[in-house]
């Protein structure tokens, strides 16, 4: 299409891949994206794909590409190359640059001879029917795999005898901590969403003292996440709590300070 281009993810591309497309926001999305471009180089030289999309040299979208054993976020399987993320702002839609994008990455895909390529995808998520359809990715031949709740686990393979994915399984189990209310985070750093989540976990932790135990479990490490199987998640004493978007302080505060008032 004219004035469609997609590429490799340059310098002067990283500020918008790793911010999400939220430039100059806040300074809150900024120190996240610091460290996500760290963490993007990284997976780049372990065979990770960071794909833009430009509409009349102005960026409009991004995709990214993950050796499925370097996934934080799953799912889990082998030969894969998963696609975490595909974003594409929203004035620009209906131009292709989606389908060019995923088309880039299913080419490296096959020219590195992996299986085929698969992504968590959703329906019938309310307010959010923009991220990740399952829709969009099975009009491109992605085909089901499973489906729990509002995810669908799809994949297009590139030959026969592929294996298909499957999803995570989370094993988590609460240790209690005689005299202290436990934290227990699980996040990943790839996902700005649970990045920022994260930090302000700590954040809020930090103000109880030794009354609250912090116990943080990463997902870009691999033994961690295969032996939990959660890529995001925040328990206060076992409970989970949850937002779509970053937990914010003062809900986080309010399940710890709960926890405070109930505990013997």
């Known amino acids: 299409m004219t004035g469609l281009v997609i590429r490799d993810m340059q310098p002067e591309d990283e500020y918008f891949v790793s911010t999400c497309s939220h430039v100059g926001e806040s300074e809150e999305i900024d120190a996240c994206a610091a460290e996500r471009r760290d963490l993007f180089r990284d997976l780049a030289a372990r065979g ?21 054993d370097h996934a934080s ?14 974003c594409v702002l929203g004035e620009s839609g209906g131009r292709g640059a989606g389908r060019a994008l995923i088309e880039s990455i299913e080419r490296d895909a096959t020219e590195t001879g992996l299986a085929g390529t698969t992504v968590t995808a959703y329906r019938d998520i309310p307010g959010a029917e923009w991220f990740m359809p399952a829709a969009f990715f099975e009009r491109l031949d992605y085909r089901s795999v499973d489906e729990r709740g509002t995810e669908v686990l799809l994949w297009k393979p590139f030959r026969d005898g592929a294996a298909p994915p499957r999803f995570l399984e989370p094993r988590y189990v609460f240790e209690p901590v005689a005299g202290k209310v436990t934290v227990d985070l699980f996040w ?25 135990l912090l116990r943080e479990y990463n997902a870009e490490n691999r033994e961690t996440l295969l032996r939990y199987q959660i890529p995001r998640a925040i328990y206060v004493n076992g409970r989970e709590i949850f937002w779509g978007y970053e937990a914010p302080k003062d809900g986080i505060r ?11």
Request: glycine fraction near 10%; include cysteine; hydrophobic fraction near 45%.
């Open 254 to 264: 309010a399940a710890i300070e709960e926890a405070l008032e109930n505990s013997p």
């Open 48 to 68: 990770g794909l960071f794909k833009v999309a430009l509409l009349d040299d102005k960026l409009v979208g991004f995709a990214y590409g993950l050796p499925i």
């Open 73 to 86: 976020w799953g799912p889990l399987g082998r030969d894969l190359m998963v696609i975490p993320c595909l």
């Open 188 to 212: 990943n750093g790839f996902c700005q969403t649970s990045a920022i989540e994260a930090e302000r976990v700590r954040d809020v932790c930090a103000e109880f003292g030794d009354r609250v």
